[in-house]
Protein backbone atom coordinates (compact mmCIF):
# COMPACT_ATOMS: atom_id res chain seq x y z
CA UNK A 1 0.00 0.00 0.00
CA UNK A 2 1.49 3.66 -0.79
CA UNK A 3 2.50 6.08 1.68
CA UNK A 4 -0.13 8.33 1.65
CA UNK A 5 0.31 12.65 2.47
CA UNK A 6 -1.41 15.53 3.02
CA UNK A 7 1.67 17.63 1.39
CA UNK A 8 4.67 16.24 -0.50
CA UNK A 9 7.62 18.42 -1.26
CA UNK A 10 9.71 17.83 -4.21
CA UNK A 11 13.05 18.74 -3.55
CA UNK A 12 15.14 19.60 0.13
CA UNK A 13 16.99 22.72 -1.10
CA UNK A 14 16.08 25.91 1.06
CA UNK A 15 13.04 26.76 -0.56
CA UNK A 16 11.49 22.54 -0.33
CA UNK A 17 12.65 22.28 3.46
CA UNK A 18 11.58 25.06 4.67
CA UNK A 19 7.82 24.50 2.87
CA UNK A 20 7.86 21.06 4.50
CA UNK A 21 8.69 22.82 8.23
CA UNK A 22 6.23 25.04 7.76
CA UNK A 23 3.49 22.84 6.05
CA UNK A 24 3.80 20.69 8.74
CA UNK A 25 3.50 23.16 11.83
CA UNK A 26 0.44 23.96 10.09
CA UNK A 27 -1.06 20.62 10.88
CA UNK A 28 -0.20 18.84 7.83
CA UNK A 29 1.44 15.29 7.42
CA UNK A 30 3.97 16.25 5.28
CA UNK A 31 6.73 14.92 3.36
CA UNK A 32 10.16 15.90 1.38
CA UNK A 33 11.70 13.67 -0.65
CA UNK A 34 15.58 14.03 -1.89
CA UNK A 35 17.50 12.38 -4.50
CA UNK A 36 21.24 14.27 -4.50
CA UNK A 37 23.69 12.81 -2.35
CA UNK A 38 26.09 15.78 -2.66
CA UNK A 39 29.29 14.91 -1.13
CA UNK A 40 27.92 12.98 1.70
CA UNK A 41 30.62 9.90 2.86
CA UNK A 42 27.74 7.53 3.57
CA UNK A 43 26.48 8.26 -0.82
CA UNK A 44 23.02 9.30 1.18
CA UNK A 45 20.68 12.27 -0.05
CA UNK A 46 21.54 15.12 1.90
CA UNK A 47 19.23 18.14 2.56
CA UNK A 48 20.40 21.69 2.04
CA UNK A 49 19.88 21.78 -1.31
CA UNK A 50 22.71 23.53 -3.34
CA UNK A 51 22.66 26.91 -1.72
CA UNK A 52 23.79 25.17 1.64
CA UNK A 53 26.29 22.21 -0.28
CA UNK A 54 28.11 23.61 -2.96
CA UNK A 55 26.84 27.18 -2.78
CA UNK A 56 26.07 29.75 -0.70
CA UNK A 57 27.13 28.42 2.58
CA UNK A 58 30.49 26.94 1.36
CA UNK A 59 31.27 29.61 -0.47
CA UNK A 60 31.01 31.98 2.34
CA UNK A 61 33.29 29.65 4.14
CA UNK A 62 35.85 30.25 1.86
CA UNK A 63 36.09 33.48 1.52
CA UNK A 64 36.12 34.32 5.44
CA UNK A 65 39.16 31.82 5.24
CA UNK A 66 40.47 34.14 2.06
CA UNK A 67 39.66 37.41 3.96
CA UNK A 68 41.40 36.23 7.05
CA UNK A 69 44.62 35.20 5.00
CA UNK A 70 44.46 38.88 2.90
CA UNK A 71 43.82 40.58 6.18
CA UNK A 72 46.65 38.62 8.07
CA UNK A 73 49.04 39.61 5.10
CA UNK A 74 48.33 42.92 4.04
CA UNK A 75 46.11 45.10 6.93
CA UNK A 76 47.52 44.05 9.93
CA UNK A 77 50.63 45.97 9.79
CA UNK A 78 49.07 48.95 9.46
CA UNK A 79 46.84 48.15 12.82
CA UNK A 80 50.81 47.45 14.40
CA UNK A 81 50.30 43.61 14.28
CA UNK A 82 53.20 41.71 13.23
CA UNK A 83 52.43 38.00 12.34
CA UNK A 84 54.70 37.49 9.30
CA UNK A 85 53.97 35.95 6.35
CA UNK A 86 50.78 33.99 6.18
CA UNK A 87 50.74 30.55 4.89
CA UNK A 88 47.43 28.43 3.16
CA UNK A 89 46.56 25.01 4.10
CA UNK A 90 44.04 24.70 1.03
CA UNK A 91 43.07 21.10 1.96
CA UNK A 92 42.22 22.47 5.71
CA UNK A 93 40.53 25.10 4.78
CA UNK A 94 38.18 22.76 1.96
CA UNK A 95 38.15 20.16 5.03
CA UNK A 96 36.67 23.26 7.36
CA UNK A 97 34.13 24.27 4.98
CA UNK A 98 33.37 20.73 4.71
CA UNK A 99 32.51 20.37 8.44
CA UNK A 100 30.32 23.49 8.28
CA UNK A 101 28.24 21.73 5.39
CA UNK A 102 28.07 18.82 7.24
CA UNK A 103 26.83 20.22 10.64
CA UNK A 104 24.14 22.35 8.99
CA UNK A 105 22.57 19.60 6.65
CA UNK A 106 22.50 17.32 10.00
CA UNK A 107 20.73 20.23 11.23
CA UNK A 108 18.10 20.19 9.14
CA UNK A 109 17.35 16.65 9.72
CA UNK A 110 17.14 17.43 13.33
CA UNK A 111 14.78 20.25 11.97
CA UNK A 112 12.27 17.50 10.32
CA UNK A 113 12.45 15.66 13.05
CA UNK A 114 11.50 17.82 15.44
CA UNK A 115 8.75 18.96 12.95
CA UNK A 116 7.33 15.63 11.74
CA UNK A 117 8.18 16.31 8.59
CA UNK A 118 9.27 12.48 7.21
CA UNK A 119 12.31 12.54 4.81
CA UNK A 120 11.76 10.11 1.40
CA UNK A 121 14.87 9.14 0.47
CA UNK A 122 15.17 9.03 -3.54
CA UNK A 123 14.24 11.22 -7.23
CA UNK A 124 10.42 12.28 -7.06
CA UNK A 125 8.23 11.82 -10.48
CA UNK A 126 5.26 12.36 -11.33
CA UNK A 127 3.16 9.63 -12.23
CA UNK A 128 -0.69 10.31 -12.59
CA UNK A 129 -3.78 11.14 -10.34
CA UNK A 130 -5.60 8.29 -8.31
CA UNK A 131 -8.92 9.92 -7.61
CA UNK A 132 -8.47 13.57 -5.87
CA UNK A 133 -4.85 12.43 -4.93
CA UNK A 134 -1.89 13.03 -6.81
CA UNK A 135 0.33 9.79 -7.13
CA UNK A 136 4.49 10.11 -7.74
CA UNK A 137 7.36 7.87 -7.65
CA UNK A 138 9.90 8.49 -5.15
CA UNK A 139 12.82 6.02 -5.48
CA UNK A 140 11.71 2.91 -6.20
CA UNK A 141 8.36 3.57 -4.02
CA UNK A 142 4.68 5.10 -5.04
CA UNK A 143 3.86 8.05 -3.02
CA UNK A 144 0.25 9.39 -2.56
CA UNK A 145 -0.27 13.34 -2.04
CA UNK A 146 -3.13 15.52 -1.22
CA UNK A 147 -0.77 18.38 -2.53
CA UNK A 148 2.46 18.74 -3.84
CA UNK A 149 4.88 21.24 -3.62
CA UNK A 150 7.82 20.93 -6.52
CA UNK A 151 11.13 22.41 -5.30
CA UNK A 152 13.84 20.80 -7.30
CA UNK A 153 16.15 24.24 -7.90
CA UNK A 154 18.59 24.82 -10.01
CA UNK A 155 21.84 23.26 -11.59
CA UNK A 156 24.99 25.50 -13.43
CA UNK A 157 24.28 26.04 -17.07
CA UNK A 158 27.39 24.91 -19.13
CA UNK A 159 28.23 26.12 -22.49
CA UNK A 160 28.68 23.84 -25.43
CA UNK A 161 32.31 23.30 -26.15
CA UNK A 162 33.42 23.32 -22.63
CA UNK A 163 32.80 20.12 -20.93
CA UNK A 164 32.98 20.38 -17.45
CA UNK A 165 35.35 17.80 -15.24
CA UNK A 166 35.28 19.80 -12.24
CA UNK A 167 39.10 18.81 -12.04
CA UNK A 168 40.78 21.87 -14.58
CA UNK A 169 37.45 23.42 -15.93
CA UNK A 170 34.81 23.82 -12.74
CA UNK A 171 31.36 24.91 -12.26
CA UNK A 172 30.63 25.91 -8.36
CA UNK A 173 30.81 22.74 -7.45
CA UNK A 174 34.34 21.83 -8.05
CA UNK A 175 34.99 25.89 -7.43
CA UNK A 176 34.44 25.21 -3.86
CA UNK A 177 36.64 21.91 -3.77
CA UNK A 178 39.97 23.06 -5.76
CA UNK A 179 42.49 21.23 -3.81
CA UNK A 180 45.97 24.01 -4.20
CA UNK A 181 46.05 27.67 -4.97
CA UNK A 182 45.88 28.11 -9.31
CA UNK A 183 48.86 30.25 -10.39
CA UNK A 184 46.41 31.57 -12.82
CA UNK A 185 42.90 30.99 -12.79
CA UNK A 186 39.93 32.01 -15.40
CA UNK A 187 36.62 32.88 -14.92
CA UNK A 188 33.90 33.08 -17.32
CA UNK A 189 31.18 35.23 -16.49
CA UNK A 190 31.59 38.07 -13.98
CA UNK A 191 28.31 37.52 -11.70
CA UNK A 192 27.77 36.82 -8.49
CA UNK A 193 29.60 33.16 -8.49
CA UNK A 194 32.36 34.59 -10.93
CA UNK A 195 32.77 37.90 -8.41
CA UNK A 196 32.87 35.65 -5.10
CA UNK A 197 34.95 32.48 -6.58
CA UNK A 198 37.24 35.14 -8.16
CA UNK A 199 38.47 37.19 -4.44
CA UNK A 200 38.49 33.69 -2.54
CA UNK A 201 41.48 32.92 -5.03
CA UNK A 202 43.25 36.24 -5.88
CA UNK A 203 43.22 36.43 -2.02
CA UNK A 204 45.07 33.70 -1.79
CA UNK A 205 47.67 34.30 -4.44
CA UNK A 206 45.99 33.21 -7.79
CA UNK A 207 46.53 35.64 -10.45
CA UNK A 208 42.78 35.93 -11.68
CA UNK A 209 41.16 36.76 -15.13
CA UNK A 210 37.77 37.28 -15.16
CA UNK A 211 36.11 37.16 -18.89
CA UNK A 212 32.70 38.54 -19.59
CA UNK A 213 30.11 38.44 -22.63
CA UNK A 214 27.91 41.25 -21.28
CA UNK A 215 29.05 44.83 -22.37
CA UNK A 216 28.52 46.08 -18.71
CA UNK A 217 29.58 45.14 -15.22
CA UNK A 218 26.54 44.15 -12.96
CA UNK A 219 24.07 45.65 -14.83
CA UNK A 220 21.42 44.23 -12.64
CA UNK A 221 22.95 46.61 -9.69
CA UNK A 222 22.49 50.13 -9.29
CA UNK A 223 25.21 51.84 -11.82
CA UNK A 224 26.92 53.87 -8.98
CA UNK A 225 27.27 50.78 -6.87
CA UNK A 226 28.57 48.87 -9.95
CA UNK A 227 31.30 51.16 -11.21
CA UNK A 228 32.52 51.69 -7.94
CA UNK A 229 32.60 47.76 -7.34
CA UNK A 230 34.81 47.65 -10.67
CA UNK A 231 37.13 49.74 -9.86
CA UNK A 232 37.72 48.82 -6.40
CA UNK A 233 37.83 44.70 -7.68
CA UNK A 234 40.42 46.25 -10.24
CA UNK A 235 42.53 47.69 -7.81
CA UNK A 236 42.46 44.56 -5.62
CA UNK A 237 43.92 42.75 -8.64
CA UNK A 238 40.68 41.13 -10.15
CA UNK A 239 41.31 41.68 -14.44
CA UNK A 240 37.99 42.16 -15.18
CA UNK A 241 37.19 42.30 -19.30
CA UNK A 242 33.52 42.75 -20.38
CA UNK A 243 32.30 42.40 -24.18
CA UNK A 244 33.83 38.64 -24.57
CA UNK A 245 33.29 36.41 -26.96
CA UNK A 246 34.41 33.06 -26.12
CA UNK A 247 35.77 30.72 -28.75
CA UNK A 248 37.56 27.55 -28.24
CA UNK A 249 38.36 26.29 -25.01
CA UNK A 250 41.45 23.61 -25.46
CA UNK A 251 42.56 21.76 -22.07
CA UNK A 252 45.90 20.13 -22.13
CA UNK A 253 48.34 18.40 -19.10
CA UNK A 254 49.52 21.73 -18.05
CA UNK A 255 45.66 23.60 -17.50
CA UNK A 256 43.85 25.22 -20.18
CA UNK A 257 43.51 27.66 -22.52
CA UNK A 258 40.47 29.88 -23.72
CA UNK A 259 40.42 31.81 -27.32
CA UNK A 260 38.30 35.00 -27.43
CA UNK A 261 37.79 38.18 -28.96
CA UNK A 262 37.73 41.19 -26.89
CA UNK A 263 35.30 44.22 -26.62
CA UNK A 264 37.58 46.05 -28.81
CA UNK A 265 37.09 42.68 -31.63
CA UNK A 266 40.93 42.14 -31.21
CA UNK A 267 41.62 38.18 -30.91
CA UNK A 268 43.14 36.65 -27.64
CA UNK A 269 44.31 33.65 -25.95
CA UNK A 270 44.24 32.96 -22.18
CA UNK A 271 45.96 30.12 -20.65
CA UNK A 272 45.13 29.18 -17.17
CA UNK A 273 45.68 26.35 -14.50
CA UNK A 274 42.25 25.93 -13.83
CA UNK A 275 38.70 27.69 -15.50
CA UNK A 276 35.49 28.63 -13.33
CA UNK A 277 32.30 28.27 -15.79
CA UNK A 278 29.72 30.51 -13.82
CA UNK A 279 27.27 31.98 -16.60
CA UNK A 280 23.89 31.36 -14.61
CA UNK A 281 21.65 28.27 -13.80
CA UNK A 282 18.97 26.61 -15.47
CA UNK A 283 15.82 24.80 -13.31
CA UNK A 284 15.61 21.44 -12.39
CA UNK A 285 12.84 20.34 -14.48
CA UNK A 286 13.90 17.00 -16.09
CA UNK A 287 12.97 13.72 -15.00
CA UNK A 288 9.83 15.73 -12.99
CA UNK A 289 7.55 13.53 -15.35
CA UNK A 290 5.61 17.09 -16.21
CA UNK A 291 4.28 16.20 -19.10
CA UNK A 292 2.41 13.02 -18.60
CA UNK A 293 0.48 14.95 -15.87
CA UNK A 294 0.07 18.28 -17.68
CA UNK A 295 2.21 20.78 -15.56
CA UNK A 296 3.12 23.84 -17.91
CA UNK A 297 6.54 24.64 -18.37
CA UNK A 298 7.89 27.90 -20.18
CA UNK A 299 10.33 28.33 -23.52
CA UNK A 300 13.47 28.09 -20.31
CA UNK A 301 12.05 25.04 -18.80
CA UNK A 302 10.99 26.76 -15.97
CA UNK A 303 7.12 25.68 -14.12
CA UNK A 304 4.65 28.52 -15.29
CA UNK A 305 3.02 30.11 -11.70
CA UNK A 306 0.94 32.63 -11.17
CA UNK A 307 2.21 35.53 -7.85
CA UNK A 308 0.93 32.90 -5.25
CA UNK A 309 3.18 29.93 -6.83
CA UNK A 310 0.12 27.82 -8.15
CA UNK A 311 0.58 25.67 -11.23
CA UNK A 312 -1.72 24.90 -13.91
CA UNK A 313 -2.50 22.08 -11.90
CA UNK A 314 -4.68 21.94 -8.82
CA UNK A 315 -2.76 21.16 -5.66
CA UNK A 316 0.36 21.90 -7.39
CA UNK A 317 2.61 24.73 -6.10
CA UNK A 318 6.19 25.13 -7.30
CA UNK A 319 8.64 27.75 -5.65
CA UNK A 320 12.36 28.96 -5.96
CA UNK A 321 14.82 28.28 -8.52
CA UNK A 322 12.43 26.63 -10.56
CA UNK A 323 10.04 28.98 -11.19
CA UNK A 324 10.22 32.92 -12.53
CA UNK A 325 12.23 35.04 -10.06
CA UNK A 326 15.48 35.81 -9.04
CA UNK A 327 17.30 32.79 -8.23
CA UNK A 328 17.48 33.45 -4.53
CA UNK A 329 17.88 31.35 -1.39
CA UNK A 330 15.90 33.57 0.60
CA UNK A 331 13.20 34.16 -2.24
CA UNK A 332 12.68 30.46 -2.21
CA UNK A 333 12.38 30.23 1.77
CA UNK A 334 9.34 33.64 1.32
CA UNK A 335 7.95 31.44 -1.49
CA UNK A 336 8.25 27.99 0.74
CA UNK A 337 6.42 29.84 3.81
CA UNK A 338 3.80 31.73 1.44
CA UNK A 339 2.53 28.39 -0.26
CA UNK A 340 2.41 26.39 3.34
CA UNK A 341 0.10 29.18 4.60
CA UNK A 342 -1.99 29.43 1.67
CA UNK A 343 -3.14 25.92 1.52
CA UNK A 344 -3.89 26.50 5.07
CA UNK A 345 -5.96 29.00 4.61
CA UNK A 346 -4.12 31.65 5.85
CA UNK A 347 -3.07 34.90 3.98
CA UNK A 348 0.55 33.71 2.92
CA UNK A 349 2.59 36.62 1.90
CA UNK A 350 5.73 37.01 -0.32
CA UNK A 351 6.90 40.54 -1.41
CA UNK A 352 9.29 40.26 -4.48
CA UNK A 353 9.37 44.08 -4.92
CA UNK A 354 11.75 43.71 -1.24
CA UNK A 355 13.53 41.06 -2.20
CA UNK A 356 17.42 41.70 -1.31
CA UNK A 357 20.17 41.20 -3.20
CA UNK A 358 23.34 40.32 -2.23
CA UNK A 359 27.17 39.87 -3.17
CA UNK A 360 29.38 38.81 -0.67
CA UNK A 361 32.70 40.21 -2.06
CA UNK A 362 35.24 42.96 -0.05
CA UNK A 363 33.32 45.38 0.30
CA UNK A 364 30.50 43.34 0.16
CA UNK A 365 27.29 44.70 -2.15
CA UNK A 366 23.73 44.43 -1.58
CA UNK A 367 20.13 46.64 -2.65
CA UNK A 368 16.99 46.24 -2.80
CA UNK A 369 14.55 47.95 -4.49
CA UNK A 370 14.94 50.01 -7.66
CA UNK A 371 18.03 51.36 -8.90
CA UNK A 372 18.39 54.75 -10.23
CA UNK A 373 18.33 53.52 -14.12
CA UNK A 374 15.06 52.36 -13.51
CA UNK A 375 13.42 54.76 -11.86
CA UNK A 376 14.61 57.19 -14.70
CA UNK A 377 13.48 54.75 -17.34
CA UNK A 378 10.03 54.27 -15.74
CA UNK A 379 10.11 58.27 -14.99
CA UNK A 380 9.24 58.26 -12.25
CA UNK A 381 10.48 61.79 -9.78
CA UNK A 382 13.48 60.70 -7.37
CA UNK A 383 15.58 62.59 -4.60
CA UNK A 384 18.91 60.71 -4.01
CA UNK A 385 20.87 60.46 -0.28
CA UNK A 386 24.33 59.38 -0.40
CA UNK A 387 26.62 59.22 1.80
CA UNK A 388 30.42 57.46 1.86
CA UNK A 389 31.81 54.88 4.31
CA UNK A 390 35.04 57.31 4.62
CA UNK A 391 32.38 59.79 6.90
CA UNK A 392 31.86 57.05 9.09
CA UNK A 393 33.86 56.57 12.77
CA UNK A 394 33.40 52.48 12.72
CA UNK A 395 34.06 52.09 9.34
CA UNK A 396 37.54 53.92 9.80
CA UNK A 397 38.13 52.33 13.42
CA UNK A 398 37.47 48.36 11.06
CA UNK A 399 39.84 49.63 7.94
CA UNK A 400 37.38 49.60 5.60
CA UNK A 401 36.47 52.49 4.55
CA UNK A 402 35.73 51.75 0.62
CA UNK A 403 31.83 52.41 -0.39
CA UNK A 404 28.83 54.07 0.20
CA UNK A 405 24.93 54.07 0.55
CA UNK A 406 22.81 55.44 -1.38
CA UNK A 407 18.83 55.99 -0.54
CA UNK A 408 16.35 56.71 -3.68
CA UNK A 409 13.14 58.30 -2.14
CA UNK A 410 10.21 59.59 -4.15
CA UNK A 411 10.75 63.42 -4.92
CA UNK A 412 6.74 63.56 -4.07
CA UNK A 413 5.99 61.46 -1.20
CA UNK A 414 9.48 60.75 0.40
CA UNK A 415 8.73 57.01 0.47
CA UNK A 416 11.98 54.75 -0.03
CA UNK A 417 11.94 53.46 -3.51
CA UNK A 418 15.34 51.31 -3.67
CA UNK A 419 18.66 51.26 -1.14
CA UNK A 420 21.84 50.48 -2.74
CA UNK A 421 25.12 49.42 -0.80
CA UNK A 422 28.67 48.87 -1.17
CA UNK A 423 30.44 48.33 1.50
CA UNK A 424 31.67 46.78 4.48
CA UNK A 425 28.79 44.52 6.85
CA UNK A 426 26.39 45.68 3.24
CA UNK A 427 24.99 41.99 3.75
CA UNK A 428 23.50 42.88 7.11
CA UNK A 429 22.68 46.51 6.39
CA UNK A 430 20.37 46.07 4.09
CA UNK A 431 17.95 44.76 6.32
CA UNK A 432 17.30 47.91 7.37
CA UNK A 433 16.13 49.12 4.20
CA UNK A 434 14.16 46.09 3.59
CA UNK A 435 12.26 46.47 6.39
CA UNK A 436 11.69 50.18 5.83
CA UNK A 437 10.28 49.14 2.35
CA UNK A 438 7.96 46.45 3.25
CA UNK A 439 6.11 48.80 5.59
CA UNK A 440 5.99 51.59 2.95
CA UNK A 441 8.25 54.19 5.35
CA UNK A 442 9.38 57.61 3.77
CA UNK A 443 13.02 58.41 4.23
CA UNK A 444 12.24 60.91 6.97
CA UNK A 445 11.10 57.74 9.22
CA UNK A 446 14.59 56.48 8.64
CA UNK A 447 16.00 59.70 9.25
CA UNK A 448 14.31 60.15 12.54
CA UNK A 449 14.96 56.91 13.87
CA UNK A 450 17.90 56.89 16.55
CA UNK A 451 20.57 55.15 15.21
CA UNK A 452 23.52 53.36 17.67
CA UNK A 453 26.83 55.22 17.33
CA UNK A 454 29.72 54.26 16.68
CA UNK A 455 27.59 51.58 14.26
CA UNK A 456 27.73 51.02 11.00
CA UNK A 457 24.42 51.48 10.41
CA UNK A 458 25.16 55.51 10.67
CA UNK A 459 25.93 55.48 7.08
CA UNK A 460 21.95 54.20 6.57
CA UNK A 461 20.76 57.19 8.68
CA UNK A 462 22.68 59.66 7.46
CA UNK A 463 21.72 58.75 3.67
CA UNK A 464 18.14 58.63 4.76
CA UNK A 465 18.75 62.62 5.94
CA UNK A 466 20.53 63.19 2.60
CA UNK A 467 17.56 62.51 0.69
CA UNK A 468 16.26 65.97 2.55
CA UNK A 469 20.01 67.53 2.23
CA UNK A 470 20.63 67.48 5.37
CA UNK A 471 22.95 64.97 6.49
CA UNK A 472 24.77 65.67 10.07
CA UNK A 473 28.72 64.24 9.96
CA UNK A 474 29.11 64.74 5.57
Not at 51 to 64: D, E, M
Not at 129 to 143: H, I, Q
Not at 156 to 178: E, F, T
Request: proline share 4%; net charge neutral.
Amino acid sequence: MSKQFDVLVIGGGPGGYVAAIRAAQLGFNTACCESNPYADPKGEPRLGGTCLNVGCIPSKALLHTSHLFEEAGHAFADQGITVGTPKIDVPKMIARKADIVTKLTMGIKGLFKKNKVTQLNGHGAFVGKEGDLWKLKVGAEEVLAKQVIVATGSKARHLPGIPVDNQIICDNIGALDINAVPKKLAIIGAGVIGLEMGSVWRRLGSEVTILEAAPDFLAAADQDVAKEALKLFTKQGLSIQMGVKIGEVKTGKKGVAIAYVDKDGKEAKLEADRLIVSVGRVPNTDGLNAEAVGLKLNERGMIEVDDHCKTNLPGVWAIGDVVRGPMLAHKAMEEGVMVAELMAGQAGHCNFDTIPWVIYTAPEIAWVGKTEQQLKAEGVAYKVGKIPFLANGRALGMGAPDGFVKMLACAKTDRILGVHIIGVGASDLIAEGVVAMEFGAASEDLARICHGHPTLSEVVHEAALACDKRPLHF
